[in-house]
């Protein structure tokens, strides 16, 4: 009796695998979006106040990374967080509506549109001149001061704060 039994689960088991290996073999298995991280990407505006357009477009290549996007879900996920100049922007940009758009054409056009016109000197200035706005918190302080710094020593800062970053920093305090 029990012998039966051992033997019906064996049948049992052996079609189970059968049927496993031929769900595997119909081909590489599918891989899938993961589209959670398109709430990690800020909305841009393309105005001066808000983050550099190499912070967002970063962003947005981060985030394609770790969900396995296509270059074109790049494209699509872009295009839903522009705003402002930049929503406008890209409506007036023929080349950028087109189909076959490639994420280093719509990268390059971006780039070139909303790169920074101000001078070194300039932003340094505007980093040793910083004082934190009545309303602004001290972190959102810190990151203004530090996009000060990008802009004025593109080469000493790298994309994460350093200790020379830190080091330039407080040298201006």
Known sequence: MAEARLRAELEESKSEIQRLKESLSGGPPTVHKDLSSVSLIPKWSGLDSGVPIEEFLTSIE???YIGMWEESDQIRIAVLKLSNAAGLF???CPELLEKN???????N??????KDTHTDPLNFMRLQ???QKKNESPQQFAGRCLRYLRKSCVKLVTRWPSVSTAKTLNECY
């Open 62 to 64: 981060g985030a394609a």
């Open 90 to 92: 890209h409506n007036g």
């Open 101 to 107: 758009v490639t994420w280093q054409m719509f990268n």
């Open 109 to 114: 056009a971006f780039s070139q549109r909303f």
């Open 129 to 131: 001149t910083a004082r």
